[in-house]
C-alpha cells in the first residue's frame, strides 16, 4: 500500500506528471468516455478493450468504471449500449480511439500518446486506492 505521506514522491517515482491542483478526473479522465474505467486507462493502449458495454448502473468500486474483463466478448443486456472503438469491418470509428495517455514507456519524441512507464499489476490498484483519497 502507498503511504499517503510519500504519495508526492511515490508518483514521482512511477514517472507521473499529474498537477495536485487538477482534479483526479480531469489529469486521467479519458476525454471521449473510450476506456471503461480507470484500471483500463492505467494499461497500456494497446491492452484496453475496443469494446464494452454501458449504460448499466452496475460500478465496479474495484476498477472505478464499468466491468470489463480482459478478452471477454462484449454481449450487452437489455438497455446497455455497445460502445466499440472499430466498426464491423474492422476500421477505426473517428473519435472512438482507445489510443493515448497511454503507460507503456519513456516518453519523448517518437512516443505519441505516451505519458509514462508501464505499472505493474500491484503499482496500478495502489493507484487507485491513492486516487480514491483525493
Known amino acids: 500500500m502507498i503511504d499517503q505521506n510519500a504519495s ?13 491542483q487538477r482534479s483526479v478526473s480531469e489529469a486521467i479522465r479519458p476525454v471521449n468516455g473510450s476506456v471503461p ?4 486507462m492505467l494499461k497500456p493502449a494497446a491492452e484496453r478493450p475496443k ?4 449504460g448499466s448502473r452496475d460500478f465496479d468500486p474495484q476498477q472505478v468504471g464499468f466491468r470489463v474483463v480482459a478478452g471477454e466478448a462484449s454481449t450487452c ?8 472503438a472499430t466498426a464491423p469491418d474492422g476500421s477505426a470509428i473517428h473519435g472512438n480511439s482507445v489510443l493515448g495517455h497511454s503507460l507503456e514507456g519513456t516518453p519523448g519524441p517518437g512516443k505519441p500518446g505516451v505519458i ?3 505499472l505493474s499489476e500491484e503499482e496500478r ?3 487507485i486506492e491513492y486516487l480514491k483519497t483525493l
Not at 474505467?37 to 483500463?40: E, G, N, P, V
Not at 469494446?51 to 454501458?54: A, E, H, P, S, Y
Open 8 to 20: 508526492e514522491s511515490w508518483l514521482d517515482t512511477c514517472g507521473w506528471l499529474i498537477s495536485f
Open 37 to 40: 474505467s480507470l484500471y483500463w
Open 51 to 54: 469494446q464494452f458495454c454501458m
Open 77 to 84: 443486456k437489455k438497455g446497455e449500449t455497445l460502445f466499440s
Open 116 to 118: 509514462g512507464r508501464m
Open 125 to 127: 490498484y495502489d493507484l
